[in-house]
């Protein structure tokens, strides 16, 4: 029972366009969501987040935008460059029935490549 | 400066070892994480450490035990090692605000774990 999902298991765009990672969720209690990018052999690192209360977040080249009605966020990057080629990780929080602990539950991934 | 640090980075064992997997934060967290990311690449949380109290505790089999001897420190202890423990264990850390919240999560670089 996935509760994040990123169906999209990949994506190629050209450097300087805009790139677009979707996330679906079906947990109506999450309430803080969260994007990591991770380049291989390293950790995932933190690159944007938003919370349940908004429907938008902006941090210089990324914003994330969050549909609850739809249970949907997204991720823009623009415009894309090659260094932003990595796996692009999904994250959500929220009371997962035992108080908040700060767990988080993760989708799969979507791998981006920005092509020169 | 390493924020988040695991060693070792790779783990060969057999079959029926028991082996350790270290975890040190110098950010000031006080709350401390074990993922698995297996051969799907998902990323799923194991256990959590808030004050060296345990607060998350997955369904991980007993031979898995976390010991967080302080706030800076989780290590990950593995008996009678299996095929299936074959996987990526990253740690993480968070601080936590306003008494509950729990705030994005650094990672470590990841010990990638092979069962022989």
Known sequence: DQQVKQNSPSLSVQEGRISILNC???????????????????????LISISSIKDKNEDGRFTVFLNKSAKHLSLHIVPSQPGDSAVYFCAARGDHGSGNTGKLIFGQGTTLQVKP | DTAVSQTPKYLVTQMGNDKSIKCEQNLGHDTMYWYKQDSKKFLKIMFSYN????IINETVPNRFSPKSPDKAHLNLHINSLELGDSA?????????????????????????????
């Open chain 1, 24 to 46: 679906d969720y079906t947990n109506s209690m999450f309430d803080y969501f969260l994007w990591y990018k991770k380049y291989p052999a390293e950790g995932p690192t933190f």
């Open chain 2, 88 to 116: 990526v264990y990253f740690c993480a850390s968070s601080r936590t605000s306003s008494g509950s919240t729990f705030n994005e999560q650094f990672f470590g670089p990841g010990t990638r774990l092979t069962v022989l």
């Open chain 2, 51 to 54: 004050n060296k109290e345990l």
